[in-house]
């Protein structure tokens, strides 16, 4: 049974950081591509970060480049999510994400806030 537990989310003032984590289980995580997802109040949901099986390959939404860095831990079964420079616009919740054989999973989120 594929399952995500996100954790690292809370309440941060702009220009913070925050880390995020996503253990996986019931899947060969080595052999997944990870995604981490946000969506905030009123929007859809939105692609963020995106890392290839090994780690080799990293790609980012334009609105995070530069401050948010996806990486992962393919022997504790985790992807992370370090954000850095964080805005109000940044405010969502999280979610971890990988499709595996042509179906999407999804953790339960994690919330960011970012205000003064």
């Known amino acids: 049974q594929v399952q995500f537990v996100e954790s690292g989310g809370g309440s941060v003032q702009p220009g913070g950081s925050l880390r995020l984590s996503c253990t996986a289980s019931g899947f060969i995580f080595s052999k997944q591509n990870m995604n981490w997802y946000r969506q905030a109040p009123g929007k859809e949901r939105e692609l963020v970060a995106t890392?290839?099986?090994?780690?080799?390959?990293?790609n980012y939404a334009d609105s995070v480049k530069g401050r948010f860095t996806i990486s992962r831990d393919n022997v504790k079964n985790v992807v992370y999510l370090q954000m850095n420079m964080l805005k109000p616009e940044d405010t969502a919740v999280y979610y971890c994400?990988?499709?595996?054989?042509?179906?999407?999973?999804w953790g339960q989120g994690t919330q960011v806030t970012v205000s003064s």
């Open positions: 890392i290839s099986s090994l780690g080799g390959s990293r």
């Open positions: 994400n990988a499709r595996i054989d042509g179906f999407n999973y």
